[in-house]
Nanobody, 125 residues
Framework: QVQLVESGGGLVQAGDSLSLSCAVS????????MGWFRQAPGKEREFVAG????????LYADSVKGRFTISRNSAKNTTYLQMNSLKPEDTAVYYC??????????????????WGQGTQVTVSS
């Protein structure tokens, strides 16, 4: 059974940085495109960033472009989300997700097969 476990969330101030990790087990990490999503209270889950199986192509939401960086380490079966210049509007529960596909990165959460339990990120002003 494929499991995704996020870590690294916390409470930070606006302008600070935070790094999230997502460890994948029970499956073949290299066969998954990976994505990060977030959900704030009262809002729908939204796409944040994604990375293809090869790691050579990434996609970002406009709201985080230039501030967040997604990466993956196949040796550690882990994907990361480096978040810089955090803003209060980045406050949300962050989820990582895996998609069994050779295709492009997609923003639609329904296209992902596996999900982590989420990690809270709170940015104070």
């Amino acid at each position: 059974q494929v499991q995704l476990v996020e870590s690294g969330g916390g409470l930070v101030q606006a302008g600070d940085s935070l790094s999230l990790s997502c460890a994948v087990s029970g499956g073949t990490f290299s066969s998954y495109a990976m994505g990060w999503f977030r959900q704030a209270p009262g809002k729908e889950r939204e796409f944040v960033a994604g990375i293809r199986r090869s790691g050579l192509y990434t996609l970002y939401a406009d709201s985080v472009k230039g501030r967040f960086t997604i990466s993956r380490n196949s040796a550690k079966n882990t994907t990361y989300l480096q978040m810089n210049s955090l803003k209060p509007e980045d406050t949300a529960v962050y989820y990582c997700a895996a998609r069994s596909s050779w295709g492009p990165v997609v923003r639609d959460p329904t296209m992902y097969n596996y999900w982590g339990q989420g990690t809270q990120v709170t940015v104070s002003s």
